[in-house]
């Protein structure tokens, strides 16, 4: 199974991340990616620089960021695990590593199965 991490952060200091952090990121990255879980993760725009397509009725809209209703959007994370509680775990030690390594970041993770083929096979 696949799943989608999507970081966001709610309360950030000012400064910028510490080294001990961004090496245990790539700690963590590449015990990930030995496990053959994590297939692809990157650092995300802030939302001012992306939109927001939309269709109500027949109406299409195209909004401009920052979308201030949500939370920042930082990053995304793809694993293949073999179950919801493994991409969770993977997600948990991340989010540990934050709070270990930067005092007073905070932040949240959504963990979300990505369909596969197998979703939509013909019963037998």
Excluded: C
Excluded at 37 to 51: C, K, R
Excluded at 79 to 105: C, M, N, P
Aim: glycine share 8%.
């Amino acid at each position: 199974m696949r799943y989608m991490i999507i970081l966001k952060v709610t309360s950030q200091p000012a400064t910028p991340p510490p080294a001990e952090l961004m090496e245990a990121i790539a700690k963590l990255g590449g015990e990930a990616t030995a496990a053959g879980a994590l297939l692809d993760t990157a650092g995300l725009a802030p939302s001012a620089q992306g939109a927001r397509v939309a269709i109500t009725g027949d109406r299409l809209s195209v909004t401009d960021g920052p979308f201030a209703e949500a939370k920042e959007l930082i990053s995304y994370a793809l694993y293949q695990v073999r179950s919801k509680e493994e991409a969770v775990e993977w997600t948990s030690r991340f989010l540990r590593i934050h709070r270990d390594h930067w005092a007073g970041w905070e932040g949240e993770a959504d963990v979300l199965r990505v369909f596969g083929p197998e979703d939509f096979a013909a019963p037998a």
